[in-house]
């Protein structure tokens, strides 16, 4: 064969090769998941992916032949500036996290790689740039950020609570195997608080799903009936009905309705317009490490949540219904601890066979805001656990 033809075929088939490497690189670009973007030494986009059109809002006709600062927020334009610097000296740069604007306005947080773009002749023509969506994983930095802070803070707030339990307990007790045995089914009852709210990331707990964990180890299911809307709880409500129901479930297990066979406890909740100048303020509760109990019902010019304690059972024959005869820590959380934390107010009622305690709050204090819940009284639901 002449060198001429040889040449040429050579030549030939040099080109093909080119050509599909050519291909299988554009089919690699279109198919990436990640916005790839060329622009030229003075910003103007030279070519524009599928992913780019996804990420950014928009299409390539649109974007190819415009500046790349059309995608840059006004406060970080000196960052094309110092990434063009860097291209032109042949640096690449290392990917780091930004924000950019979206057609629609919208910013998004990417993470970004740039490169510099030579030629036939090894000269620096442009810059290719990567751009991640990161979004989704920085709101989950975020969520995961606020999460601790707020473990954090209920960690202490458990801490508090626990020194608390210690102190008050340890002034009613004088049995040591009674104190220890009160202390660590009152850390229990927290604990199981604690799980809900855990499983929950936080966000609060049914108010059916509280009182059926704190009950149930007490047994007597068929015994309790439970009647009122859903509603899901703000975290600080979990922590202080929780241990109001702990503590009503203890004294009924020993002195009440969930002690006797023939014995009943029903517990009700409603949803209604406040009282006027039913609240108190400036309330200092000191146990339990209350916050923020400054609040008064009905402050908010809002509604109220009203829940019902009653348990009935056969009356016992030294049982005299005396209030102060068993006035210990769980009558303190009752009268002063639960409704205080809520900004509220309580009454706790005995006589013989008979049991029953009052909570009155501001909704807004107990139950995680919902678009559309008013609490119909009507909407009851009937429950036995």
């Not at 209604?272 to 209350?290: C, F, H, M, N, R």
């Amino acid at each position: 064969m002449p060198m001429s033809e040889i040449v040429a075929a050579t030549a030939t088939n040099n080109e093909k090769q080119s050509a599909t490497a050519d291909a299988r690189l554009a089919a690699i670009v279109d198919s990436s998941f990640d916005a790839i973007i060329s622009k030229d030494l003075t910003s103007i986009i030279t070519s524009w992916n599928l992913a780019a059109e996804r990420m950014f809002g928009y299409t390539a006709e649109e974007a190819v032949g415009q500046s790349i600062l059309m995608l840059i927020p006004d406060h970080l334009k000196s960052e094309e500036t110092e990434i063009i610097s860097r291209v032109r000296g042949g640096h690449r740069v290392a990917s780091y996290e930004t924000t950019r604007r979206r057609k629609d306005g919208a910013l998004i947080s990417v993470s970004l790689t740039v490169s510099p773009i030579k030629n036939a002749n090894g000269e620096i023509v442009g810059a290719s740039k990567i751009a991640r969506d990161i979004s989704a994983a920085k709101e989950s930095e975020r969520r995961i950020r606020l999460l601790m802070r707020e473990v954090n803070h209920r960690v202490k707030n458990q801490f508090a609570v626990i020194l608390s339990m210690v102190r008050e307990t340890s002034k009613r007790s004088s049995d040591p195997r009674e104190f220890e045995e009160l202390i660590r089914a009152r850390i229990m009852a927290l604990s199981r608080s604690h799980d809900l709210l855990v499983t929950s990331e936080w966000a609060g707990a049914s108010l059916f799903d509280l009182i059926q964990e704190h009950l149930k180890p007490f047994g007597r299911e068929e015994q309790i009936l439970l009647s009122g809307p859903v509603l899901t709880l703000q975290s600080n409500a979990v922590q202080n009905l929780g241990m109001a129901f702990h503590e009503l479930g203890t004294n009924s297990s020993k002195y009440g309705a969930l002690g006797s066979e023939d014995g009943q406890v029903e517990i009700t909740w409603t949803i209604g317009s406040s009282a006027q100048g039913s609240g108190t303020q400036d309330l200092g509760a000191k146990d339990l490490g209350a916050k923020d109990l400054g609040r008064s019902v009905g402050a908010s010019g809002g509604r109220d949540f009203q829940l019902l304690w009653t348990e009935t059972s056969t009356p016992r024959p030294d049982d005299k219904g005396d209030e102060s005869a068993r006035k210990g820590f769980g009558t303190v959380v009752l009268q002063r601890v639960a409704p205080q934390s809520l900004g509220g107010s309580a009454q706790l009622e005995r006589s013989p066979g008979r049991l029953s305690w009052r909570l009155s709050a501001p909704l807004a204090s107990i139950i995680v805001p919902q678009a559309g819940i008013e609490g119909d009284d009507g909407a009851a639901l009937g429950f036995g656990i």
